[in-house]
Structure formats: structure tokens, C-alpha cells
């Protein structure tokens, strides 16, 4: 009885369905095949005999050659490679831009993949920019204060969450991504003694409620202001005239009664 290691047949050359074998791997019991689409793939001994494998995979796969997807046209079928774990054909696709990439079929078609990234770019640069309010890291007194009203009132790291976002002062989620909108229901600010003030001091940053205020136009929206002015009127004639002359009261308070 014969002993000893069995003989492994060579392959090469052979034909098996749409792969021809052209040699070995560097892995053991595995060969490196040409399939008739042009792909090169590798295939074990196995399943070669077997009938298992008898193409890249191309055979179960809808050929995207010439198809657009968002600004990515296909044009070729990419090499497998073992990098990718994703058994998903690979596609060589040109961008509108000019440049190339792989892409799966599965990202192709999800709408994942869009573009060489020069969308995602093009996008962002396009928030930022287009209102001319934040250009080239240099943001307008209007942004800025939008930033900031935002933070206070959805970020608990900022300093001034406690006053807002903890005592539920909200920020219109229709303003959150969008300063546009905004800007568009504000407007611009009118000088810079005008502030964003909230004309109803317990409800957010909404439509109907934000405006651009003066100091003089701000102090009775204060939520400390209903706390201190009976004490105020108790002292009408010794206190609001030095508040008059700080511009913090109107004339139209000298009519308050004592």
C-alpha cells in the first residue's frame, strides 16, 4: 500500500464555467484564476472540482457599466480585493469632478456613496458660505449671535445652559442647521447697541418670539424686572432718574405711578 503525502494535480490552464486557471496562489490549495469578464479572482481547489465556483461572482452580479449614480458615472469593473470583506462587486467609477474611484454595487445603489467626496465638500462649503456670513472662518455679528443662542440652549457644557436649555428655553429646531432661516425671519441687526432679545422671556428661540432689542427695549422682558419693580416705584423719585440717565428707562416710566 502506497504512503506519503497525496499528489496535488496541477491546474493551471484548465477551464472551469467562466474562470480559466492561470496559476498557483501563495496560499496552499488555492489558484489564481482569469474570468472570461476580466477579473481575476482565486478559487480553492475544492471548489474548482466541485462545480462550486465557475466565476468572480459576475454571473450573480447586474452589470452597472454606464450607469449614473448621483455624480459618479461607472465605468469598469474593479479587480476583487481580499481587503475588502464586503462580498459586493467593486466598480471603477469617474466623478463629475474628474476624479476616479471604487465604489460597491451596494453603496452605488443605497445612495451611500454619491460622489469622490467632493459633494459632501461642495455641501458644507455651501452652509457655510452662501448667506456670506461666515467666510473664510471670519462669522458675522449674526452668526455669531445665532451660535451662541443655539448653544445655550441645546449644549450642556456651555456656561450659559443652567438659564436656558436647563429651564427649558428651547431653540427652533427649523433654525438649528439652518441659519438662512434665521436671518430671514430676523433680519439683519440693526446697530450695534440692538441685541437678540425673547419677547416672551419663558418661551425659546421660535418664530414670533426673537426680535433685535435695545437695553432701554430689554429691561422689562427681564425676569428678574417683575422682581424689582415694586421696589423701584416704592423709589421712584430718588432711583429711575439715575436709570434714565444710564438709558436703562424710557420716559414713558416717569407716568408709572408711586
Known sequence: MRTGRPVTVDLSGRKFGRITVIRRASRKGVWICACECGIE????????????????????????????????????????????????????????????????????????????????ADRSRELNTKHGHAKKGKRSVEHQTWSMAKQRCTNPNNNGYPEYGGRGITFFEGWKNDFDAFLRHIGPKPTPQHSLDRIDNERGYEPGNVRWATKTEQINNRRVASKIWPELQKHRRRVLPTLMLMGLLTASHREVPV
Not at 454606464?66 to 476583487?80: D, H, N, P, Y
Open 41 to 120: 479572482t482565486e478559487a480553492a481547489t475544492g471548489n474548482l472540482n466541485s462545480g462550486r465556483t465557475r466565476s468572480c461572482g459576475c454571473g450573480r452580479t447586474t452589470d452597472l457599466l454606464g450607469q449614473i449614480f448621483s455624480r459618479l458615472t461607472v465605468i469598469a469593473r474593479a479587480k476583487r480585493d481580499r481587503k475588502f470583506v464586503s462580498h459586493s462587486a467593486r466598480w471603477i467609477c469617474r466623478c463629475e469632478c474628474g476624479k476616479e474611484i471604487e465604489a460597491s454595487a451596494q453603496s452605488l445603489r443605497s445612495g451611500d456613496c454619491l460622489s469622490c467626496g467632493c459633494y459632501q
